[in-house]
């Protein structure tokens, strides 16, 4: 949503309030350490990142945040919550630090603080029998997806679109398109494979990427000791193979980005 310029400083004096309270309120990483537990938060419901199998909550990036937490010497406790709520949670200190493929952009990094990438990827574009791969072929279509992701705002951005329809959920985007109520679906690449690999029948195929993006965990603005200690402990568990072994699993290939 576009700001008119008369309410622009207004709203950035709001947002450097918010920052400098969420700053105040969050824990420090010796608050932190001294409980012996991190709060993390994601969603739940962005397979293969974050997802439930039955009431257990896993994934790449909840194995990757367990594994960093454990470096850090710490528990950890889950919340999962709506994608939308999640980077808003840190500033009322209702979790610690949030790990759910939230794609670095100068917007989000306004209001929060992020870690260093734990994996790169990007925006494809997928249609029925892929008729339509690149954002050319967006020109007067109906796209779908998620509600808050760096997705919509992407789509958006491609001239021509007919229209974007945004749902809560990255499967309900996708079902969208598997049922014909729009022409493409926009997602992650790696969320794509996954859900195309599980729904052969629907008949989707893969396009070309859309935009490109770094993928890291956050933490509440201005709490750059815990976003510091996050780091070390990546950096750490890249060096010894933890990472490796995590990126394979899941995707049959290692997925840092590439420095």
Known sequence: MKTVPLLKSA?????????FVSAAQARTVE????????????????????FYQGKQLTGFEVEVAEAIAARMGLKVEWKAMGFDALLAG?????????????????????AVTFADPHYCTGGVVVS????LKSAADLKDKVVSVQT????????????????????????DARAALASGRVDAWVSDK?????????????GLKIGDFLF?????????????????????????????????????????QDIRCAK
């Open 11 to 19: 709203a950035l004096a709001v947002a450097a309030t918010l920052a």
């Open 212 to 252: 490109v993006e770094r993928i890291a965990s956050a933490v509440a603005k201005g709490n750059t000791g815990l976003a510091g200690e996050i780091n070390k402990a990546l950096a750490a568990i890249q060096a010894d193979g933890s990472y490796a072994r995590i990126s394979e699993k899941y995707f049959k």
């Open 190 to 202: 790696f969320v794509a494979l996954e859900a195309l690999g599980k729904n052969p029948g629907d």
């Open 90 to 110: 840190l500033k009322g200190d209702r979790w610690d630090m949030v790990i759910a493929s939230h794609g670095i952009t100068e917007e989000r990094a306004k």
């Open 148 to 171: 808050g992701t760096t997705y919509l705002e992407n789509v958006k951005k491609v001239a021509g679109v007919k229209q974007v329809k945004n749902f809560p959920q990255d499967t």
């Open 128 to 131: 029925k029998g892929g008729a």
């Open 31 to 50: 608050a932190i350490k001294k409980d012996g537990k991190i709060v993390i938060a994601t969603e739940g419901q962005f397979a293969p990142f974050n």
